[in-house]
């Protein structure tokens, strides 16, 4: 399956398309809301984590310097696909770049300073020249979700602040909180992509939730649309 036909059946068939193929985003600079329009592109059966080692590139996971080891590949109808920083993947692995995605950034729960409520939240309704939205690998994070347009919001847990205080704090404030250290998912053994996709005018935003460091897919699960 070439890009471009997997681009159509994602967004033809979003979760039936998450249940069967694996999927992972790549981290990346600007931390800014659309100035970074991370690129979709085909790893086939080529381990990702082959391209850790090369200079210049992005680090699977939420930041730089946080590689991850996978696992041995199982099941022989799934592929992995990921979605990369403008160019970058292009040029390592020869893929055909056929669609832009736009950025979710990564919030520090520091910078909250243990306010919960207000936080300035990403409306994806003003994302209008892309059809796909991601975030960089959830493994303890909380990715909120508010309104109908929808707006949406990744945070981390740093400073001391756990998942689960995390999770428990942005819960009472917000339409949709979907975090670690809760019955979301389980960040101790448990990774989750995040992806939006544009359909009719409106987003359908899902989780897709995977084995720790392995590319079996548990679960997805539809957060919004």
């Known amino acids: 399956m070439t890009p471009a036909q997997a681009l159509i059946e994602l967004r033809a068939h979003p979760r039936k398309w998450l249940q069967k193929h694996y999927l992972k985003a790549y981290a990346g600079v600007p931390a800014t809301f659309s100035a970074q329009q991370p690129n979709f592109g085909n790893t086939g059966y080529v381990d990702v984590a082959g391209l850790m080692g090369v200079a210049g ?29 403008a160019g970058g993947q292009a040029a390592f692995v020869g893929a055909t770049v056929t669609a832009l995605a736009v950025n979710i950034p990564v919030l520090d729960s520091a910078a909250l300073n243990g306010n919960y409520a207000g936080i300035a939240l990403d409306d994806l309704g003003t994302a209008l020249n892309s059809n796909f939205a991601v975030t960089t690998l959830l493994n303890g994070c909380s990715f909120i979700v508010d309104g109908a347009n929808p707006h949406v919001r990744h945070i981390q847990p740093t400073g001391g602040t756990t998942s689960a205080a995390l999770r428990n704090g942005l819960h009472p404030h917000y339409g949709l909180v979907f975090g670690g250290g809760g019955n979301e998912y389980d960040h101790v053994v448990e990774d989750v992509t995040i992806v939006g996709v544009r359909r009719g005018g409106g987003w359908k935003i899902y989780a897709q939730v995977h084995t720790r460091n392995a590319r079996n897919i548990l679960r997805v699960i539809k957060l919004h649309g």
Do not use: E, H, V
């Open 57 to 85: 590139g992005n680090i699977l996971d939420r930041s730089p310097g946080t590689a991850k080891t996978f696992g041995p590949w199982t099941g022989t109808d799934r592929r992995a696909f990921t979605f990369d920083r």
